[in-house]
């Protein structure tokens, strides 16, 4: 059974400093990876995907891949505490599915 | 960017009756739409594939008997929760896939609340 995994948390940073979020995902031949904030209550929305090996960037956001270790994870730069939230990793499989991560919530303190 | 809505946004019913959710791209065409479910403190899990024009694939451990889904149009699918019991009880987030563009990404619906007493 295909596995995205992710620990849940809470990750706890001041205001201010780097956050760093991480996923691990069972399936050698995933190709396509997402990051996606929930904010409690409310349905996901997409922060960011990554398909290459390498890091990919927008604005206060980096998200980084390594398929050789079945790796990606997330940094968010200047954390504000509007980035307090549940961040959802997910992986494409085939037919344009999506396998979740169960979440890692994110506290940011001013 | 591309809008999912979803009507109702919460519902209340009582054990027993049915419940219809439905899910419409508003800016773009859907030829697949994804019905995922949320228990509280719980990631999304993926119920069913919906597919315009023809039957929804389920994925295991759903009962397709049970909900019910249709994709009439490109812009339309509707989930039924037929019978609801209280273990029914969850969010319900509908997603769509534009028919054009980029196949990576997924956009989602608001969620659907349902407590079903």
């Known amino acids: 059974q295909k596995e995205v995994e992710q620990n849940s948390g809470p990750l706890s940073v001041p205001e201010g400093a780097i956050a760093s979020l991480n996923c691990t995902y069972s399936?050698?031949?995933?190709?396509?990876f997402f990051w996606y904030r929930q904010y409690s209550g409310k349905s996901p929305e997409l922060i960011m995907f990554i398909y290459s090996n390498g890091d990919k960037e927008d604005g206060r956001f980096t998200a980084q891949l390594n398929k050789a270790s079945q790796y990606v994870s997330l940094l968010i730069r200047d954390s504000q505490p509007s980035d307090s939230a549940t961040y959802l990793c997910a992986v494409k499989e085939a037919g344009n599915m999506l396998t979740f991560g169960g979440g890692t919530r994110l506290m940011v303190k001013p | 960017g591309a809008v999912v809505s979803q009507h109702p946004s919460w519902v209340i019913c009582k054990s027993g009756t049915s419940v219809k959710i439905e899910c419409r791209s508003l800016?773009?065409?859907?030829?697949?739409m994804f019905w995922y479910r949320q228990f509280p403190k719980q990631s999304l899990m993926l119920m069913a594939t919906?597919?315009?024009?023809?039957?929804?694939?389920?994925e295991q451990g759903v009962e397709k008997d049970k909900f019910l889904i249709n994709h009439a149009s490109l812009t339309l699918s509707t989930l039924t929760v037929t019978s609801a019991h209280p273990e029914d009880s969850s969010f319900y987030i509908c997603?769509?896939?534009?028919?054009?563009?980029?196949?990576?990404?997924?956009?989602f619906g608001p969620g659907t609340r349902l407590t079903v007493t």
């Open positions: 800016d773009f065409q859907a030829t697949t």
């Open positions: 399936d050698r031949g995933s190709q396509s």
């Open positions: 919906s597919n315009e024009g023809s039957k929804a694939t389920y």
């Open positions: 997603s769509a896939r534009d028919i054009v563009g980029s196949s990576y990404e997924q956009y």
